[in-house]
């Protein structure tokens, strides 16, 4: 697949002190490390291993991520929000590479 | 690990499957609304010649995880390669400089209930045409860019967008026009020859076995409307031409090449036997 | 239609050589040892308790490469008391660690979900760290199934 492509989700509104629910997903073959290619050479390790999700600069979960996640990784999880802002998503691949996505919320 | 356990173990599993005591499991009854907005026809009246009273949508047949993975649009793997098909729609290639979108505009309302009615008559070519032979077409006519090679990842992404236009449309092929009688017969013939070492006709698991268990797979009626499908075992985009292959691949017998005369009459005829079940293109499945 | 005798005789015979040569060559598993270092090596030696934490996986996996996971542990998560991480296992795998999920009070609640892949049926261990120290630990079997024709 082209260049891995970030999906978020994330409420448009909620109410101040509500928790929300957060939704990621990135296209990305997460290559484990453990198969073998036609000749039977190994197949070099290529996954995403740490994602980050931070609210206005404050950090709200992250995970450090090993070859079993499987294939076009997801990730579900909950977030207190306090006032508007903006959450930062960050994915981090084993090549170097930072895949970044964004998402605003309006509290009321 | 004792090498010998898991022949025995296979061995058993299958006759306890097909032979002794077969493992019946009716499909759930349970409804498929994407997102809690669209409903989708999983069960519906056979159409008329069928061997079905009621053709079942695969969906009916998975585990309660994998059913909800397909209900929820954003949880479904499937639809990164409807985002990525739609880079492609508007992305231009080849000496003409154009993309998809130059000449069809906006795939919304373009491609809406397009890929519902495909495989479709092509008088030029002399017999059905599916997405992807249609897309080659466009591409080499229109576009003057390469034609797709099988199963190219752009191949199976725009795929996917196009017959996601179509989703929750009755699936519903037209076999007045043209030849498509012929090739619907011919399919037919197909999809009932026994084939391969183990000598297994698609009839023999999707028709006599569709809701039991062979190993640990539960049988469907191999219903089309979901493809391409996302299948958790190769975390991916799977075309159904692949799928054929694979399917016939396992029964030991030589597959047909992709899109060759053999599998088309197999795509007309499967996708008759499937009419009337919605486009849920991305399905996604085990 | 029945199958003739025949018939699935050919068939288990069939079935038969691929898991024999689908067996033949799979990696090493981790086994339950380096996943209970992986976890003193987590929680620093401190003895997991059960409860609090809830590990929920499908009993019977349609397909071990991907596969629904989900952790939730209760707790008030406030600054002074907390749900730091979670470390998700796999015993039977050729490496035990899966991911490592971490809160903090702004996460609200102590909840994940994620997909992982399984490479045998296993049981799936979840481990919890209180901003406290303490840990809490579940765990899951996951029957991980080969589909119908080795394909």
């Known amino acids: 697949m082209a260049t891995p492509k970030p999906r978020v989700k994330v409420p448009k509104t909620a109410s101040a002190g509500e928790i929300v629910t957060v939704k990621t997903l990135i296209s990305h073959e997460m290559e484990s490390g453990q198969r073998k290619d036609q000749n039977g050479n190994a197949i070099p390790r290529k996954i995403i291993n740490k994602f980050t999700c931070t609210f206005e600069g404050e950090p709200v979960f992250s995970c450090d991520i090993d070859p079993a996640i499987a294939a076009n990784p997801y990730f579900e999880f909950a977030a207190k929000v306090e006032k508007s802002g903006t959450f930062a998503f960050e994915w981090v691949d084993d090549d170097g590479s930072v895949y970044t996505a964004d998402a605003k919320i309006e509290v009321n | 690990?004792?090498?010998?356990?898991?022949?025995?173990?296979?061995?058993?599993?299958?006759?306890?499957?097909?032979?002794?005591?077969?493992?019946?499991?009716?499909?759930?009854?349970?409804?498929?609304?994407?997102?809690?907005?669209?409903?989708m026809v999983t069960r519906t009246k056979a159409p008329e010649g069928s061997p079905f009273e009621e053709v079942l949508s695969g969906w009916l047949y998975r585990t309660e995880e994998t059913r909800a993975l397909e209900a929820d649009s954003f949880q479904n793997p499937g639809m990164l390669y409807v985002e990525r098909g739609e880079e492609i729609w508007n992305e231009v290639d080849g000496a003409a400089g154009k993309s998809c979108a130059s000449c069809h505009g906006e795939?919304?309302?373009?491609?809406?209930?397009?890929?519902?009615?495909?495989?479709?008559?092509?008088?030029?070519?002399?017999?059905p045409y599916n997405l992807e032979l249609k897309i080659n077409d466009c591409r080499t006519a229109n576009m003057e860019a390469e034609p797709y090679k099988f199963d190219a990842a752009d191949q199976k992404a725009l795929v996917t967008y196009i017959k996601h236009q179509s989703i929750g449309m009755p699936m519903e092929i037209d076999l007045s026009a043209g030849d498509m009688q012929s090739w619907w017969e011919r399919g037919k013939e197909r999809y009932?020859?026994?084939?391969?070492?183990?000598?297994?006709?698609?009839?023999t698991c999707h028709e006599n076995y569709n809701g039991h268990y062979i190993r640990a797979d539960h049988l469907s009626q191999g219903n089309v409307n979901g493809f391409p499908t996302y299948r958790l075992k190769q975390a991916n985009m799977v075309s159904l031409h692949n799928r054929f292959r694979g399917c016939i691949r396992d029964t030991r017998a030589t597959p047909p090449k992709a899109f060759s005369d053999d599998l088309m009459a197999l795509e007309v005829y499967v996708t008759w036997r499937g009419g009337g079940l919605s486009i849920e293109t991305p399905a996604v499945r085990q | 239609m029945k199958l003739?005798?025949?018939?699935?005789?050919?068939?288990?015979?069939?079935?038969?050589?691929?898991?024999?040569?689908?067996?033949?060559?799979?990696?090493?598993?981790?086994?339950?040892?380096?996943?209970?270092?992986?976890?003193?090596?987590?929680?620093?030696?401190?003895?997991?308790?059960?409860?609090?934490?809830?590990?929920?996986?499908?009993?019977?996996?349609?397909?071990?490469?991907?596969?629904?996971?989900?952790?939730?542990?209760?707790?008030?998560?406030?600054?002074?008391?907390?749900?730091?991480?979670?470390?998700?296992?796999?015993?039977?795998?050729?490496?035990?660690?899966?991911?490592?999920?971490?809160?903090?009070?702004m996460s609200g609640e102590a909840t994940a979900t994620t997909r992982m892949r399984l490479a045998k049926t296993q049981n799936v261990v979840a481990v919890a760290k209180m901003s406290d120290g303490s840990v809490y630990v579940d765990r899951k079997e996951v029957k991980v199934t080969i589909g119908g024709c080795g394909g």
Request: net charge negative; proline share 7%.
């Open chain 2, 1 to 39: 690990m004792n090498k010998k356990k898991p022949v025995l173990a296979a061995a058993i599993g299958l006759m306890a499957a097909m032979a002794i005591g077969p493992a019946q499991s009716d499909p759930v009854d349970d409804k498929l609304v994407i997102d809690g907005e669209l409903e």
């Open chain 2, 107 to 127: 795939a919304a309302s373009s491609m809406k209930g397009v890929g519902a009615h495909y495989p479709k008559w092509n008088a030029a070519a002399g017999k």
């Open chain 2, 192 to 203: 009932y020859l026994r084939m391969g070492q183990l000598n297994l006709a698609c009839a």
């Open chain 3, 4 to 105: 003739t005798r025949r018939e699935a005789l050919v068939l288990s015979a069939g079935a038969a050589l691929i898991a024999f040569a689908g067996g033949r060559a799979g990696p090493a598993f981790a086994g339950a040892a380096e996943t209970d270092q992986a976890i003193k090596d987590f929680t620093g030696g401190t003895e997991p308790q059960s409860g609090r934490i809830t590990l929920t996986a499908p009993e019977i996996a349609e397909n071990g490469n991907t596969v629904p996971v989900s952790v939730y542990v209760e707790s008030p998560m406030t600054a002074e008391d907390h749900v730091a991480s979670v470390m998700l296992l796999a015993e039977g795998n050729p490496n035990p660690d899966v991911a490592t999920f971490h809160f903090t009070p």
